[in-house]
């Protein structure tokens, strides 16, 4: 059974930094772009950022480009989303997926 | 980065079918046949319910169907059940590894 499990999230300033991981299990992690998504409060789904099955290439969305760091660690099964210079508008769940495969989501607030 | 344009609401009663569009441009949707469609019951995570326009993934209901015609794809979900209650995303490539989501269309079975 494919799982994907994140953590990380939390309340952070404005300004703060939080860093999101991912565990998978299930399959074989190593073979396969992985991806984040989030979700503000009440609204829709906002594709965040991509990375290829080695890590050598890794896409992200305007608005967090310079600001989040997506990696992984092939050893350990695991996807990273680093967050700084965090923002209110920032405040989502954020989603691990691996089509058709989602995790639960981890929760993440921005606010002072 | 504007994402692909969903109508905000839709509704059927059960037995019914009822289709949402999403439209895009030819920089996306129109570009591209990986096309996804979503369905989100609240609080839950998004499933995937159709990718690559028109394909169902394992375990997913015939009843629902995808397709698309330039710009503009469709899901059409057949035979309306109370449980298809929900929000529904599309989704779309959109060239350089990037991806973009509609804003979400919430179904009322009547």
């Known amino acids: 059974e494919v799982q994907l499990v994140e953590s990380g999230g939390g309340l952070v300033q404005p300004g703060g930094s939080l860093r999101l991981s991912c565990a998978a299990s299930?399959?074989?992690?190593?073979?396969?772009?992985m991806t984040w998504v989030r979700q503000a409060p009440g609204k829709g789904l906002e594709w965040v950022a991509n990375i290829k099955e080695d890590g050598s290439e890794k896409y992200y969305v305007d608005s967090v480009k310079g600001r989040f760091t997506i990696s992984r660690d092939n050893a350990k099964n695991s996807l990273y989303l680093q967050m700084n210079s965090l923002r209110a508008e920032d405040t989502a769940v954020y989603y691990c997926?691996?089509?058709?495969?989602w995790g639960q989501g981890t929760l993440v607030t921005v606010s002072s | 980065q504007s994402a692909l344009t969903q109508p905000a609401s839709v509704s059927g009663s059960p037995g019914q079918s009822i289709t949402i569009s999403c439209t895009g441009t030819s920089s996306d949707l129109g570009g591209y046949n990986d096309v996804s469609w979503y369905q989100q019951h609240p609080g839950k995570a998004p499933k995937l319910m159709i990718y690559?326009?028109?394909n169902r993934p394992s375990g997913v209901s015939n009843r629902f169907s995808g397709s698309k015609s330039g710009n503009t794809a469709s899901l059409t979900i057949s035979g309306l059940q109370a449980e298809d209650e929900a929000d529904y995303y599309c989704?779309?490539?959109?060239?350089?590894?990037?991806?973009?989501f509609g804003g979400g269309t919430k179904l009322t079975v009547l």
């Open positions: 299930g399959f074989t992690f190593s073979s396969y772009w």
């Open positions: 989704g779309s490539y959109r060239g350089t590894s990037s991806w973009v």
């Open positions: 997926a691996r089509d058709p495969d």
């Open positions: 690559d326009v028109s």
